[in-house]
């Protein structure tokens, strides 16, 4: 299954990001953006947020970023079993008198550990404080990004030397990371990190980069040595490897001093060792901590590290504000109680209106009813003082009338069987106490006579004849008259 991740590396005058896909054990760079942020108005939350917009990277994939280097802290604190159980845990208390960061500002995790002699350990913890963990949230809040990860640069650069050379999981390894204001150094041990040292260093101001890379060299070898000395308490072995990292082009001083220096193999890092890419995107190595990044979700694999995102969540969470949540429920309720009122009223409209088009449409019907009836009051109690009075005159004629034959019987049993089909309309129809002459239309013979047919089975119709059937001269109607006899027998 396919994976992305976006690392971006965050600067003090840059802004990197490196969009990384994983396909089961390969990996692939998708996208690579690198600019300056040299200005003020030069936003990096501005910046990611144009990566998506402008520059087509994958707005669902994961994201990590790093923390800047002056922000992070490392210590090698030695302490008993007991002690390393405590830090494990996430003890704070016991980092108070370790770093520059009060006890309720800490944000930190244990990186690694090594035994000592004594039943010592060497614990290597990072550390930042809230607030700085907070101005990085807060960048990508304002980018409209939820971050997976928030790693310290060196972690990300080891996981990028760890997927393009894997040679450094075994053995004791030196990394040298150069950027534009600090010198990293770590030592790794069968692929963990045992220290880390960040160093500041002055920026090239002239052009003479031979000279300026001459002295970092200098520099480098003797903090490697102590470094080294610091760790594993003697000389360098010469046959340890030096993995070297700058945002430039290395010049072949650089790499001399060191080597003649130090006695040792350096590699130069190629980010693109192991990890495909296309030439549209290929780069230098200062891409090495933004893949890195990427690689720290997508291969945990392959080296560990730290999330200060996850080290301490109760330093990061903003503290809750009760009256600004209250004042927010105030409003909420108050926006739910106005649209239901307004709801109320366009419903009271709405059946208003339904009642006047009824009224309007039984005031109508009462009309075409009776039309004698001037005055309207009620109409409907009107319509059923009438219906009464009809129900009165006919039970009082009805007992005159054969019961057999009465009009009303006779009428029904005629508009029951009027067929289906044919489009049968009665035009004219006049009723007597024998007979029943009709003339109507039709759309066919067939259906005068099958009407014929259906009368005829009608018990007390003796007599069905059909007359008069024609066409008419300039259309599609029949005309047709029908008389039925009926038979008449009065019950005494």
Same mark, same amino acid.
């Given at each position: 299954?396919?994976?992305?991740?976006?690392?971006?590396?965050?600067?003090?005058?840059?802004?990197?990001?490196?969009?990384?896909?994983?396909?089961?054990?390969?990996?692939?760079?998708?996208?690579?953006?690198?600019?300056?942020?040299?200005?003020?108005?030069?936003?990096?939350?501005?910046?990611?947020?144009?990566?998506?917009?402008?520059?087509?990277?994958?707005?669902?994939?994961?994201?990590?970023?790093?923390?800047?280097?002056?922000?992070?802290?490392?210590? +090698?604190?030695?302490?008993?079993?007991?002690? #390393?159980?405590?830090?494990?845990?996430?003890?704070?208390?016991?980092?108070?008198? +370790?770093?520059?960061?009060?006890?309720?500002?800490?944000?930190?995790?244990?990186?690694?550990?090594?035994?000592?002699?004594?039943?010592?350990?060497?614990?290597?913890?990072?550390?930042?404080?809230?607030?700085? #963990?907070?101005?990085?949230?807060?960048?990508?809040?304002?980018?409209?990004?939820?971050? @997976?990860?928030?790693?310290?640069?060196?972690?990300?650069?080891?996981?990028?030397?760890?997927?393009?050379?894997?040679?450094? @999981?075994?053995?004791?390894?030196?990394?040298?990371?150069?950027?534009?204001?600090?010198?990293?150094?770590?030592?790794?041990?069968? +692929?963990?990190?045992?220290?880390?040292? +960040?160093?500041?260093?002055?920026?090239?101001?002239?052009?003479?980069?031979?000279?300026?890379?001459?002295?970092?060299?200098?520099?480098?070898?003797?903090?490697?040595?102590?470094?080294?000395?610091?760790?594993?308490?003697?000389?360098?072995?010469?046959?340890? &490897?030096?993995?070297?990292?700058?945002?430039?082009?290395?010049?072949?001083?650089?790499?001399?001093?060191?080597?003649?220096?130090?006695?040792?193999?350096?590699?130069?890092?190629?980010?693109?060792?192991?990890?495909?890419?296309?030439?549209?995107?290929?780069?230098?190595?200062?891409?090495?901590?933004?893949?890195?990044?990427?690689?720290?979700?997508?291969?945990?694999?392959?080296?560990?590290?730290?999330?200060?995102? &996850?080290?301490?969540?109760?330093?990061?969470?903003?503290?809750?504000?009760? &009256?600004?949540?209250?004042?927010?429920?105030?409003?909420?309720?108050?926006?739910?109680? #106005?649209?239901?009122?307004?709801?109320?009223?366009?419903?009271?409209?709405?059946?208003?209106?339904?009642?006047?088009?009824? &009224?309007?449409?039984?005031?109508?019907?009462?009309?075409?009813? #009776?039309?004698?009836? @001037?005055?309207?009051?009620?109409?409907?109690?009107?319509?059923?003082?009438?219906?009464?009075?009809?129900?009165?005159?006919?039970?009082?004629?009805?007992?005159?009338?054969?019961?057999?034959?009465?009009?009303?019987?006779?009428?029904?049993?005629?508009?029951?069987?009027?067929?289906?089909?044919?489009?049968?309309?009665?035009?004219?129809?006049?009723?007597?106490?024998?007979?029943?002459?009709?003339?109507?239309?039709?759309?066919?013979?067939?259906?005068?006579?099958?009407?014929?047919?259906?009368?005829?089975?009608?018990?007390?119709?003796?007599?069905?004849?059909?007359?008069?059937?024609?066409?008419?001269?300039?259309?599609?109607?029949?005309?047709?008259?029908?008389?039925?006899?009926?038979?008449?027998?009065?019950?005494?």
């Amino acid at each position: 299954m396919a994976k992305r991740c976006i690392g971006i590396d965050i600067g003090s005058s840059y802004l990197r990001a490196v969009q990384l896909l994983r396909k089961g054990e390969e990996f692939c760079i998708e996208k690579v953006f690198s600019t300056q942020t040299r200005r003020a108005t030069d936003s990096p939350a501005n910046i990611i947020r144009s990566l998506v917009r402008q520059y087509a990277f994958d707005r669902r994939a994961d994201v990590a970023i790093s923390m800047p280097y002056d922000t992070v802290f490392f210590r +090698n604190l030695e302490t008993d079993f007991a002690g #390393l159980e405590r830090i494990r845990e996430r003890g704070l208390s016991s980092l108070e008198h +370790n770093f520059p960061i009060q006890e309720d500002e800490i944000v930190a995790q244990v990186c690694s550990y090594r035994p000592l002699p004594s039943d010592k350990y060497s614990v290597l913890t990072a550390a930042v404080t809230s607030e700085s #963990l907070r101005e990085r949230l807060n960048i990508a809040a304002a980018a409209k990004v939820r971050p @997976k990860l928030v790693e310290a640069a060196i972690f990300a650069i080891h996981s990028a030397i760890t997927v393009n050379h894997p040679e450094i @999981k075994t053995g004791i390894a030196i990394i040298i990371h150069i950027n534009e204001s600090y010198l990293t150094l770590a030592v790794t041990q069968n +692929n963990n990190i045992l220290i880390v040292r +960040n160093i500041p260093i002055n920026p090239c101001l002239d052009n003479d980069i031979d000279s300026f890379q001459e002295q970092v060299a200098e520099m480098l070898s003797r903090e490697v040595e102590v470094t080294w000395q610091k760790v594993f308490g003697g000389q360098i072995k010469q046959d340890t &490897k030096i993995y070297l990292i700058t945002e430039g082009n290395v010049s072949n001083v650089f790499e001399t001093i060191v080597e003649e220096k130090l006695h040792c193999q350096t590699t130069i890092v190629d980010p693109y060792a192991k990890v495909k890419c296309s030439s549209e995107h290929n780069g230098d190595a200062a891409i090495c901590v933004a893949e890195g990044l990427a690689l720290r979700i997508l291969a945990p694999d392959k080296a560990a590290g730290t999330n200060f995102l &996850k080290a301490d969540r109760a330093h990061i969470e903003p503290a809750l504000d009760l &009256k600004k949540e209250f004042v927010i429920c105030a409003i909420l309720a108050a926006a739910i109680a #106005l649209v239901s009122l307004v709801g109320m009223f366009m419903r009271l409209s709405h059946l208003e209106t339904k009642y006047a088009r009824i &009224k309007n449409e039984i005031r109508k019907v009462f009309q075409s009813t #009776l039309p004698e009836e @001037k005055n309207i009051v009620s109409p409907l109690a009107q319509l059923e003082q009438k219906l009464e009075s009809f129900r009165k005159d006919y039970r009082l004629f009805a007992s005159f009338c054969p019961a057999g034959s009465a009009p009303l019987k006779i009428l029904h049993s005629i508009t029951a069987n009027i067929p289906s089909q044919g489009n049968v309309k009665i035009d004219d129809m006049l009723i007597t106490t024998e007979s029943v002459r009709l003339s109507g239309t039709c759309n066919s013979f067939e259906s005068v006579y099958q009407w014929q047919q259906l009368l005829g089975e009608i018990p007390r119709f003796t007599l069905v004849d059909v007359q008069n059937v024609q066409k008419e001269p300039e259309g599609e109607a029949i005309h047709f008259t029908i008389l039925i006899s009926s038979a008449i027998q009065e019950q005494k």
